[in-house]
């Protein structure tokens, strides 16, 4: 009882000793204020040298009508010129049943690579010998991405025997199964 008899008692007339309430909104206001112009400053940096007015405004013309996106889009003439050039020549897109099950349908869009000038007849052979190959796969050999490594490793080993060496690889464009 002595030691309870020691603790002074609160008075109901003292003033409390923290901040105030006023003082607690204020700093909160700006440690807000501190927070979202790092926020909005770092956004910034991390998107680009250009602010989303900017970006808006110079997207658009006079008239506020939106210009054609020109960054990258070519024509598709243009794309094959460009891939004839490298070597690459497109194959004509197979569409095939596979071995087992056989209501499973396989549709693949190939390009060839040649080490120098794309040869159309030897394309057409290597086309023919992949048709030919896709109708013995079985689905569990394709299934997960070793199985489509192997596919792939399965296909660009025919077009290097069937071309003699004259086509280095194929490219799988698209491959769909159905």
Do not use: C
Not at 58 to 74: L, N
Request: charged share 25%.
């Amino acid at each position: 009882m002595a030691k309870a008899a020691a603790l002074p008692a609160p008075q109901e007339g003292a003033p409390s000793k923290g901040p105030s309430l006023v003082v607690q909104l204020a700093v909160l206001l700006v440690l807000t204020l501190v927070a979202a112009g790092a926020g909005y400053f770092s956004g910034g940096m991390l998107k680009g040298e250009t602010a989303p007015e900017e970006s808006a405004a110079a997207s658009e013309d006079g008239h506020g009508a939106k210009k054609e996106a020109d960054h990258g889009a070519a024509a598709p003439e243009d794309l094959a010129a460009a891939d004839l050039k490298r070597g690459i020549y497109n194959l004509p897109a197979i569409t095939t049943n596979l071995a087992a099950p056989t209501d499973t349908w396989i549709r693949v869009e190939l390009a060839g690579v040649f080490e120098g000038e794309p040869d159309p007849t030897v394309a057409d052979a290597v086309h023919q010998d992949i048709l030919a190959y896709l109708r013995t796969v079985k689905l569990h050999q394709v299934e997960g991405a070793s199985g489509f490594l192997h596919l792939k490793d399965d296909m660009d080993e025919r077009a290097r025997i069937r071309s003699e060496g004259k086509m280095s690889s194929v490219l799988i464009r698209t491959i769909v199964f159905e």
